[in-house]
Nanobody
């Protein structure tokens, strides 16, 4: 079954760090690019970071460059989003997703995990 499961969200103070995890089915993990999106209250969902199926291509939202890192663990079928130097404006529900390429529409979505950054 093609599913994505996120975990790792929580409450953190500004300047702190969190690591989000997304476990994917083997079929998805080995065939699709993986990405992280977020949606804050009253705002549209936005792309945060993406990584190709090979891991050779990564993309980031400008506002998170240098602070967030996306990576893959092939042994665990897991994609991570390491978030450092968190800011209150990073507060959102974060979603894991899979698509044909890093920049193409994403077809598979997780249920989301809440990240709250206090000032």
């Amino acid at each position: 079954q093609d599913q994505l499961y996120e975990s790792g969200g929580g409450l953190v103070q500004a300047g702190g760090s969190l690591r989000l995890s997304c476990v994917a089915s083997g079929r998805i993990f080995m065939r699709y690019a993986m990405g992280w999106f977020r949606q804050a209250p009253g705002k549209e969902r936005e792309f945060v970071a993406g990584i190709s199926w090979s891991g050779g291509d990564t993309r980031y939202l400008d506002s998170v460059k240098g602070r967030f890192t996306i990576s893959k663990d092939y042994a665990k079928n897991t994609v991570y989003l390491q978030m450092n130097s968190l800011k209150p404006e990073d507060t959102a529900v974060y979603y894991c997703a899979a698509g044909n390429t890093v920049t193409s529409p994403y077809d598979f979505w997780g249920q989301g995990t809440q990240v709250t950054v206090s000032s």
